[in-house]
């Protein structure tokens, strides 16, 4: 069965420090996909990326950057130069292409204070 | 283009009763998935639906229900409510069928069982 592990439950961290939040996932597949989404206070979640898992490049946005590396099954994000904006729950989540769908889901979240 | 509306944003039930959800899907978006959020379990998949089908279905019992409109809209049922059912249900809609594309969420609907 599929599974998404979020280690660090919360963090926090002082304005313009580096953080990165760490994603580890299982899965018997070898097409599958990984996204983040943000939760910021006002609950509505917001993507923020979708990789396969065919595509081990990193990706950088702006201060946002994601480390996905399949021998470790990891899909960590890297928020540099934090703003209190920053401030939210991020999830982790994993889709399983040839469950198409049946099952998809989510870490437990990792709560991120940026803190003034 | 407006973002997914969820309504209503509030509701208190009692044990017992049924509670329709509505959702209404960003224009052109096909495909309205359901899911629970409680402190306890997290985010949980509930359901997709895609042109009025049911697609996929998460590990909920018949009380959750569901269906979609031809104009994509959806609406989430749940029957004989349970003190447990109280959460936060999300609805997400995408451009394509199946959850392996990016969604886009609505604020939710808060639903407290008493």
């Known amino acids: 069965a599929q599974k998404v592990t979020q280690a660090q439950t919360e963090i926090s961290v002082v304005e313009k420090e580096d953080v990165t939040l760490d994603c580890v996932y299982e899965t018997r597949d070898t097409t599958y996909y990984l996204f983040w989404y943000k939760q910021p206070p006002s609950g509505e979640l917001v993507f923020l990326i979708r990789r396969n898992s065919f595509d081990e490049q990193n990706e950088i946005s702006g201060r946002y950057s994601w480390n996905f590396q399949k021998s470790t099954s990891s899909f960590n994000f890297t928020i540099t130069a934090s703003q209190v904006v920053d401030s939210a729950v991020y999830f982790c989540?994993?889709?399983?292409?040839?469950?198409?769908?049946?099952?998809?889901?989510f870490g437990p979240g990792t709560r991120l204070s940026v803190l003034p | 283009k407006a973002g997914v509306t969820q309504t209503p944003r509030y509701l208190i039930k009692t044990r017992g009763q049924q509670v329709t959800l509505s959702c209404s899907p960003i224009s052109g978006h096909r495909s309205v998935s359901w899911y629970q959020q409680t402190p306890g379990q997290g985010l949980q998949f509930l359901f997709e639906y895609f042109s009025e089908t049911q697609r996929n279905k998460g590990n909920f019992p018949g009380r959750f229900s569901g269906r979609q409109f031809s104009n994509s809209r959806s609406e989430m049922n749940v029957s004989t409510l349970e003190l447990g059912d109280s959460a936060l249900y999300l609805c997400?809609?995408?451009?394509?069928?199946?959850?392996?594309?990016?969604?886009?969420f609505g604020p939710g609907t808060r639903l407290t069982v008493t």
């Open positions: 989540a994993l889709s399983e292409a040839e469950n198409y769908g049946q099952n998809f889901v």
């Open positions: 997400a809609s995408s451009p394509r069928e199946g959850n392996t594309y990016e969604q886009y």
